[in-house]
């Protein structure tokens, strides 16, 4: 059985669309793809030797190398234009996955791919901002908790003629209750993502409330210092809850 997290990622995927893993660890989402018959095959890369060599054997011991490419390699680098037509990308900062990305585009690497399913653990913001830049299109945004941590599922198909306009990160009704001139709305749309403030759950205000409080704990341990620096990352920290809290208080 799949993670809750895992799951939430496979449940994204088109049925019927060549997926590839990038950083597929043990391949467990590939195998799943395929065994559950959602998938007809699919590609798990890997850039290192003991998870390529893990990603391998649970191939294997499923009886699906047929299907199942295990290919050991940077990023997107393991793809042939044309190849694949989704690309899922889960467990590593978005940050990185950004970089993976942006890597691939510029070798030619998402020829083909139509449909991205990514899961940024910390810096989802980079991986909207690439998506926006790069026209895709975010379709969806799942964020759910397990064992105590938070996940967002990003889900983006391509879009050609995508603009920042209508790359699924600005909603009227919802834009309509901030203030749209001001450049740190669109920064807490990618920061928080669009679809999630639309529809907001329990737990992305759970999300948020914690970060809150990690920065009033970050504040009150800062309290008493008193240099130049301190009392400017103090005020920065002040702005950021009070716009978090500003942000939370517009959704619907
Ligand atoms: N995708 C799986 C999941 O979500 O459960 C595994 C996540 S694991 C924390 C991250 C994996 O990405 C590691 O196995 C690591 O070796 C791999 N990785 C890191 N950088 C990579 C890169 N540039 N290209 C391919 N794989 C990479």
């Known amino acids: ?15 019927g669309s060549r997926t590839a893993d990038i950083g597929s660890d043990h391949a467990l989402l590939p195998v799943y793809l395929v065994q559950s018959g959602r998938v007809p095959s699919a590609i798990a890369g890997e ?12 191939a294997a ?11 050991q390699g940077d990023g997107l680098s393991v ?49 909207r901002r690439w998506l926006v830049r790069h026209g895709w299109t975010l379709t969806d945004e799942t964020v759910l908790e397990e064992d105590g ?6 889900h983006a198909v391509l879009s050609p003629s995508a603009d920042v306009e209508n790359a699924g990160l600005y909603d009227p009704a919802f ?13 807490w749309l990618y920061r928080m993502g669009p679809h999630l403030l639309r529809k907001p759950t ?16 970050i504040l009150a341990q800062m309290a008493g210092s008193d240099t130049p620096d301190a009392r400017a990352k103090e005020a920065a920290f002040r702005i950021e809850i009070a716009q978090i809290q500003e942000v939370l208080a517009c959704t619907p």
């Not at 941590?149 to 990003?154: M, P, T």
Request: a neutral charge; aromatic letters at 4%.
């Open 1 to 15: 059985k799949l993670s809750k997290r895992l799951q939430t990622i496979a449940d994204r995927v088109t049925p």
């Open 47 to 58: 850039l290192n030797a003991g998870p390529y060599q893990a990603a391998c054997k649970a």
């Open 61 to 71: 011991s499923a009886g699906l190398t047929a299907v199942i490419s295990v290919r």
């Open 79 to 127: 793809l042939q234009p044309c190849e694949a037509d989704t690309v899922t990308i889960a467990g590593m900062g978005g940050s990185l996955m950004a970089d993976i990305l942006e890597a691939g585009r510029v070798a030619g690497k998402l020829e083909g791919v139509r449909e991205l399913v990514l899961q940024p653990n910390v810096g989802e913001e980079f991986v």
């Open 149 to 154: 941590r938070f996940y967002e599922v990003l």
């Open 175 to 187: 834009l309509s209750k901030l203030d749209s001139e001001s450049a740190m709305w669109t920064d």
């Open 202 to 217: 329990g737990i992305l205000h759970k999300k948020w409330e914690l970060e809150i409080g990690k920065l009033e704990r």
